[in-house]
C-alpha cells in the first residue's frame, strides 16, 4: 500500500439542484456538501480510499505502480457499466474527463503499490453540471467522453505493463489483437455494449482470471508473473518510498492540496527513473 494519506476537496457548481440530488443517490463519493446559496457542491474525499482515475494513469505511466492489462480491461468495463448506468437512469453528464472519474477501494481491496495488487473497487463521477473553464474542451454527452478516455488509456498506459514476455513484435501482435479492436469501436459508432462485449470476448480469450489464492490477480495468460516481484527489490523498497510519501505530504499539507499535488507529480517520476536504474534487470 502507498501511503498517500491526506483528504482533498473538489468543488463544482451545479445548475440544477433536484438533478444533482437525484444524482446523488445512486453516484456519490467521500463527504458530500450542498452548497444551495452559492449553487456549488463539495466533495472531500479521503486519498487512502479513493483514487483519480488522472493520477492512477499517471502512476502507471511514470511506471511507478505495477497493473496487468487484465485489470486495465476490467477498468474500462466498470467505466463503460457506469455511462450505461446513469444513462439508463436519464442523467446527463456532458463534462466527463479523467479529472472526474474517482476508484473508490472497497474494504477487501489492496492500494496499486509497486508490485501487483489486488484491486477493488467501484467507479464514481463527479462534476455533472460543471462547465469545462478551459476553452479547448466542450460539452458533450458521457458516451462520447468515454470513448475518447479509453483511447487515452490505452495510449498512455500500454506500452508501460509488463507482459510475460518483452519481444516488441510480440507486443504489437497483442496491441493488434485485443487494444487495436477496442480502439477502432472506440473511433466509430459502435455503442458501448458492443464495446463491452468486445473487452469480455477477449478477455475470455486470453483466459482472464482472478483467484489470490492461486496467485493470480486480475491477470491474462500473457500478463507479467506476480511471483516475479514476491522479494524483489521493488517489493523492498515499498517502505522507503512510504517514507517518502509520507515525507512529502506532510511537508505539502502546511500549503494545502495543490501543493501536495504538485510535490507528488514532481516527485513519483523521479522515484521511476531511480527504479529503473537500480532495477533494470528485475523489471
Known sequence: MLNLVYDCEEVYSYENKEIIEKVLKFDSIGEVNLDEKNKSITYKINRRQCIRLRDLIFWIESDFVRIHLGQLLHLIILLLQQVRLIESLGIEHDYLDLTRIWLHLSNNSEHPSLIYQALYYSIHFTGYQCTFYQKQYSSQNASINVKEIIQIIFNRCFYKIHLKFNNVDKRNEIYNSIVKPIMDLCKSNSNNIEIITCIQDKMKKYNYQDDLKKNLIQC????????????????????????????????????????????????????????????????
Do not use: H, W
Open 220 to 283: 491474462l495468460d500473457i500478463d507479467d508473473q506476480c511471483n516475479d516481484y514476491v522479494g524483489s527489490n521493488r517489493q523492498k523498497s515499498i517502505q522507503k518510498v512510504n517514507e517518502d510519501l509520507t515525507r512529502i505530504v506532510s511537508f505539502g499539507s502546511q500549503y494545502g492540496q495543490v501543493t501536495i499535488e504538485y510535490l507528488l507529480s514532481e516527485a513519483i517520476p523521479m522515484m521511476s527513473q531511480y527504479f529503473g536504474k537500480q532495477f533494470k534487470t528485475l523489471v
